[in-house]
């Protein structure tokens, strides 16, 4: 199971961690990542971590956002700097075993999903 959480609200410029819960499961194939949808907006990509430790980003958050993993927390973040009015959206996290690298940024790849927990960023 996955649990998304630290969402919250904050104004422009601020930042937020946000945190997965990956109890049950161990990290050690596939990735994990977080997408995102906004109001009246398709989820889109934010930024994914295999296994193996190398990250992805969607060029929108890239310089400000941080994903990492802590194994012995089994816990999966996002560091979110610098956020942005267009940042505001529900975060989700996701997990798969199988993702080839080509899918690192598709939603179907990912078989296991979290709630999402809202960011709301004001200007």
């Known amino acids: 199971q996955l649990q998304a959480s630290g969402g919250g609200s904050v104004q422009a410029g601020g930042s937020l961690r946000l945190s997965c819960g990956i109890s049950g499961r161990t990290f050690n194939r596939g990735a994990m990542a977080w997408f995102r949808q906004a109001p009246g907006k398709e989820r889109e990509f934010v930024s994914a971590i295999k296994w193996s430790r190398h990250t992805y980003y969607a060029d929108s958050v890239k310089g400000r956002f941080t994903i990492s993993i802590d194994n012995d927390k089994k816990t999966m973040y996002l560091q979110m700097n610098s956020l942005k009015p267009e940042d505001t959206a529900v975060y989700y996290c996701?997990?798969?075993?199988?993702?080839?690298?080509?899918?690192?940024?598709?939603?179907?790849?990912?078989?296991?999903w979290g709630q999402g927990t809202q960011v709301t960023v004001s200007s």
């Open positions: 996701a997990h798969d075993g199988q993702v080839i690298q080509s899918g690192l940024s598709q939603m179907r790849s990912y078989g296991y």
